[in-house]
Nanobody
Framework: QLQLVESGGGLVQPGGSLTLSCTYSGSPLDYYGIGWFRQAPGKEREGVSC????????NYTNSVKGRFTISGDHAKKTFYLQMNRLEPEDTAVYYCAAGYEMTNRGCAPDYHAWGQGTLVNVSS
């Protein structure tokens, strides 16, 4: 059974950077796409970024384009979300998730394995 564990959250000042990690275990990640989601206090969960099974496709929500970068390292069984120029509006619990994706040309249409989340707090 596929398991995901996020790490790397914390307190950072506006304009700072953090890199979130999502480490997987329990199953090979062949034909899985990875997504990063976030949920701010009092708000619904939103998709932040995703990457296709082979890394050939990535996508970002408009509010993070140019600031966040998603990547993966299968040798380390880890995916990353590099977050630069952080803003207070980026404060949220961040989750990674995995879903079936076989084309390498898009994001997974849905996600069935989720991590427990890691808190990112952007504040001065």
């Amino acid at each position: 059974q596929l398991q995901l564990v996020e790490s790397g959250g914390g307190l950072v000042q506006p304009g700072g950077s953090l890199t979130l990690s999502c480490t997987y275990s329990g199953s090979p990640l062949d034909y899985y796409g990875i997504g990063w989601f976030r949920q701010a206090p009092g708000k619904e969960r939103e998709g932040v970024s995703c990457i296709s099974t082979g890394g050939g496709y990535t996508n970002y929500t408009n509010s993070v384009k140019g600031r966040f970068t998603i990547s993966g390292d299968h040798a380390k069984k880890t995916f990353y979300l590099q977050m630069n120029r952080l803003e207070p509006e980026d404060t949220a619990v961040y989750y990674c998730a995995a879903g079936y994706e076989m084309t390498n040309r898009g994001c997974a249409p849905d996600y069935h394995a989720w991590g427990q989340g890691t808190l990112v707090n952007v504040s001065s």
